[in-house]
């Protein structure tokens, strides 16, 4: 069951959900961080989030900072550091708006 | 009765399994809401079939093996047992088969008669099925009439509810104006679950043309239930004229409300925030000699709190609690959340200790309601505190309380803290990964869009 307040957001706006939750084939550089052809930029963002867990890439003097590693940085412009705050721009950036 | 030569699985059927219930035991629709659903469980077919289809000594629908089982149990003369065995069989075959099994027994075992409630289970039965007309139960009913057993009140109580359980609505209403015209006029009760069901999943017009058409032709009056069930439909769907002159109504016609029909009129205008209509009807039941009850005092101060009358919400927790009636986490909760609406935070925080003193347990909604207060107040310290408290103890995060939490941390630059909030979401589930992330990155849009 979704909460009525999600059911709303579904109804006024279902484009907005499914570019969240549809399936895209990725492109190269992404398709090689995830391991997988398909996926969702959900999926896409929580495992770069978890990525960044693991691997403990959160700046120790700032948290909101990221130093990229290699693998991390190929997919999100080749940027040294990224702010936490622009991670899901940035994650969009690999999935272009679909054409109506 | 002999039980020791019974399967087992059958054994349980049959204690559990009793004749479908007489008119006389029905209770009344009562006025609170809790005892109004046991009845329709305790009625309804499917519920009790469900409880059985574990325990049902059957593995399949198929005849022969049926008959065969029933004759290595031995004749006993209890009634209840045939029945029961035939209900576990109806619960898996078709009507048809059910019909066969029933002529099987009658045949093989001259002691076992029949009775009101054998018929019944076949009557279940064929209103369970998914079929596009009434002729199975039609059916069924003829066979009843044909074995001397005219169709009364309680057939057309069991058929309707049955029908109407399995998504037959317009079956159900067919069979209740058939059942008026061959047989007898169903009670009151049959009466208002029709009533219930149209509300539930019709149009209010259709509602009113039903109960028209039973006074007119049937003779069948709206009592005090049904205006309840049509009052408490209208409050849901928000409609202050229609409650209005419902109201109006009920007086005309000279009925005495009672307190749940208070309390589901108050419900009414508090959903809609009208304060002053929901005090009036507390005054009116004082007049008329009604003793408010712990749900009046929760909706009274839900609904002022709500109106934005937190202060005099408040006097009713003295008043309540004068009467002697225990305040509980529904009352303080509502009240907090009345307090944090007009900014008063702090003192909303001072009536979770007062709770806390009074020995009432604070749950989850309490928790949100503050922790929400808390972050529209711009008070992260207290904010941040409560919400350790409640990873602490597990609790689910609500919406609302999430999505504000979210937006003050990041207005604060905590981005991390940010992403931990959203973790904690995500993993005790308290929302879908979808809404909590669509939260998340709208929040962290804000704030960028706020450092450009």
Redesign the interface.
């Known amino acids: 069951m ?2 009525p ?2 059911k709303q ?1 579904i109804t006024d706006n279902p484009k ?2 499914a570019n ?2 549809d399936l895209v084939n990725l492109p190269t550089p992404l398709r090689d961080f995830m391991g997988q052809s398909q996926t969702s930029r ?1 999926g896409c ?2 495992r770069v ?1 978890s990525y960044i867990k693991e691997n403990k890439l ?1 700046d120790l003097n700032n ?2 900072v990221i130093n990229c590693d290699e693998k991390l940085r190929s997919i999100l412009l080749g940027k040294p550091q990224v ?7 940035l994650i969009k950036l690999h999935f272009p708006k679909k054409p109506n | 009765m002999k039980m020791g030569k019974l399967p087992t699985s059958l054994r349980a059927a049959a204690s559990i399994s009793r004749p479908k219930i007489a008119p006389s035991s029905l209770v009344s629709e009562s006025s609170s809401p809790t005892p109004a659903k046991t009845r329709l469980s305790a009625i309804s077919p499917r519920t009790r079939d469900d409880g059985e289809s574990s325990r049902t000594p059957f593995k399949s629908p198929d005849l022969s093996a049926a008959k065969s089982l029933f004759n290595s149990m031995v004749a006993t003369p209890d009634l209840r047992l045939h029945n029961s065995f035939l209900q576990s069989y109806a619960s898996i075959s078709t009507l048809g088969d059910s019909i066969s099994l029933l002529r099987h027994m009658m045949k093989s075992h001259p002691t076992f008669s029949p009775d009101r409630s054998t018929y019944h289970i076949l009557l279940a039965q064929s209103c369970r099925a998914p079929e596009p007309t009434l002729a199975g139960v039609h059916r069924a009913l003829n066979l009843m009439s044909a074995d001397g057993f005219a169709p009364d009140k309680v057939t057309a109580d069991i058929a309707v509810r049955a029908l109407s359980s399995s998504g037959r609505i317009d079956h159900a209403l067919q069979l209740f104006d058939e059942m008026s015209l061959k047989h007898s006029v169903p009670d009151s009760y049959t009466y208002n679950f029709v009533v219930k069901c149209l509300c539930k999943c019709r149009s209010l017009s259709m509602v009113y043309e039903f109960i028209d058409k039973c006074r007119s032709s049937l003779g069948l009056k709206p009592d005090l239930v049904t205006y309840t069930i049509i009052i408490d439909n209208v409050c849901n769907t928000k409609n202050l004229r229609e409650i209005t002159r419902l109201v109006g109504v009920l007086g005309e016609e000279g009925f005495k409300p009672d307190c749940f029909l208070y309390n589901t009129i108050m419900k009414g205008y508090c959903m809609l925030s009208r304060g002053s209509e929901a005090i009036e009807v507390y005054n009116k039941m004082r007049e008329n000699g009604v003793e408010p009850d712990l749900v009046t005092y929760n909706t009274l101060i839900f609904g002022l709190s709500k109106a934005g009358r937190a202060k005099e919400a408040r006097k009713y927790l003295k008043i309540m609690a004068e009467k002697g009636h225990v305040p509980d986490v529904v009352t303080y909760t509502s009240l907090m959340n009345g307090l944090c609406r007009e900014r008063d935070v702090l003192g909303a925080y001072a009536l979770l200790e007062e709770m806390k003193e009074s020995g009432v347990e604070p749950n989850a909604c309490t928790y949100n309601t503050l922790l929400h207060g808390f972050c529209k107040a711009k008070m992260m310290e207290k904010g941040i505190e409560l919400y350790g408290e409640m990873k602490a103890a597990g609790m689910e995060l609500e919406t609302a309380a999430y999505a504000t939490l979210l937006r003050a941390l990041c207005r604060q630059g905590k981005i991390a803290d940010a992403y931990e909030v959203f973790d904690y979401a995500v993993e005790s589930k308290s929302l879908t990964d979808v809404s909590a992330y669509s939260t998340l990155e709208s929040a962290l849009k804000e704030v960028n869009k706020h450092r450009e």
């Not at chain 1, 702010?83 to 721009?89: D, I, K, N």
Request: a positive charge; aromatic letters at 8%; glycine letters at 0%.
């Open positions: 979704l909460p307040r999600m957001a907005k959900l969240l939750i959900l963002f929580m989030w959160q948290k909101n702010e936490l705050a622009e991670l899901p721009a």
